[in-house]
């Protein structure tokens, strides 16, 4: 029995407001599917953030409709949760994936986590907030105990632990049963695959580059999808790559030989068949930052999609001054500083989120779960 693992596609986001970058994520998801159908799977699990948002555009709602289509005409059917980016913490609320339920798309809710397909119990719980850790935790141990009775099990589930998390987890590794053959994670973009008592954890990670962030392990372990192979004793767990749709270039110059640097960057830039990402970084004290921004930007600006400079002094500090605005991871990470309380950060962080899209609603639920959580506690 062999199935195919993705996760965080994150349909619909519009990295830095640039329309190509969503058309990005779209070509990153058309070359999966077209990639998964060319493995013949027996079923397809995605673990959650199929979209960026609630309520997601007719555009990405569209092109998972025609992916789930083609996974549908292959006989291969997909069983699926909902992440943090594809709901709103509301009652009656109800996800976009369920428009897809007549294309062979199986969703996983509270009131019906598990199937069993040929012999294998495939299961998933959909996101919570860590103010409902102790609903995951009964949830996994309920979803256990059914396990117990087949040979083979799968669960699925969309978030962060203590050992990938710290800062921001919803459950501890501890408190995550031992006893499934295979955990289709998702929520960490970066790629994971590491034993778990008698199978395997796995983080198929996003399937293109969200963040900055993730540039190092999508330098080295780069993006796509994990093909599962549960006939042995043990998953074997296969990465699958997928075409990288534009470059993403990060440097770090020194300022006193910028101007040099420069010109062999334009070079290269000018050989690229489409408009890359490039993420600088310079690193010195003694010039005027506006005049070297003005001169970087006359230089290359118009052989990039996006052009972001960061600066870095002789003491380590480091600014961005570069064409507006902050990634919201960024912003994720100055909330953890200055909330020091992990839970009330989480809070914090996840209305940031919230509000930022428009989503009062959800805000409210968010804010309402955690002071009932925090009363449960009492």
Avoid: C
């Amino acid at each position: 029995m062999r199935f195919a693992h993705l996760s965080d596609t994150h349909l619909g986001f519009r990295q830095y407001g640039l329309y190509e970058r969503e058309l990005d994520f779209y070509r990153s998801f058309d070359d999966t599917v077209k990639k998964i159908i060319a493995e013949k799977p027996d079923f397809v699990i995605h673990s959650g953030d199929l979209f960026d948002y609630p309520k997601p555009p007719p555009r990405a709602i569209r092109v998972a409709q025609k992916a789930f289509a083609r996974l549908n005409e292959k006989g291969i059917p997909v069983y699926a949760i909902t992440g943090n980016h594809d709901m709103l913490m509301r009652k009656g609320f109800m996800p976009a994936q369920v428009l897809y339920s007549e294309l062979g798309v199986r969703l996983f809710t509270e009131d019906e986590p598990f199937v069993v397909k040929d012999g294998i119990f495939i299961s998933g719980i959909p996101y919570m907030p860590r103010s409902r850790s102790s609903v995951i935790k009964e949830m996994m141990n309920m979803l256990s105990e059914k396990a117990k009775k087949h040979k083979k099990s799968v669960i699925a589930l969309h978030l962060g632990t203590d050992r990938h998390l710290p800062h921001d987890f919803e459950v501890a590794v501890e408190d995550i049963p031992r006893n499934f053959d295979y955990y289709a994670m998702g929520h960490i973009h970066n790629r994971i695959v590491e034993k778990h008592g008698n199978g395997i954890l796995a983080y198929p990670g996003s399937s293109g580059l969200w963040s900055i962030n993730e540039y190092d392990d999508w330098k080295r372990n780069g993006k796509g999808f994990f093909m599962v192979d549960l006939s042995g004793d043990t998953p074997d767990v296969r990465k699958i790559d997928t075409e990288k749709p534009r470059e993403i270039i990060r440097e770090t110059l020194d300022a006193n030989v910028l101007k040099e640097k420069i010109d062999d960057i334009r070079r290269n830039l000018s050989q690229l068949k489409k408009k890359p990402l490039l993420f600088l970084k310079i690193k010195g004290d003694d010039f005027e930052r506006s005049a070297l921004h003005d001169m970087i930007s006359s230089k290359i600006s118009d052989l990039v999609l996006s052009l972001r400079i960061s600066y870095e002094s002789a003491s380590g500090s480091e600014q961005v001054s570069s064409s507006g605005g902050f990634e919201l991871p960024r912003i994720h990470e100055m909330i953890k500083e200055l909330v020091k309380e992990p839970e009330k950060a989480s809070l914090a962080s996840s209305l940031f989120s919230s509000l930022s899209q428009g989503n009062e609603e959800q805000a409210l639920e968010e804010a309402e779960s955690f002071f009932r959580g925090m009363g449960e506690k009492k």
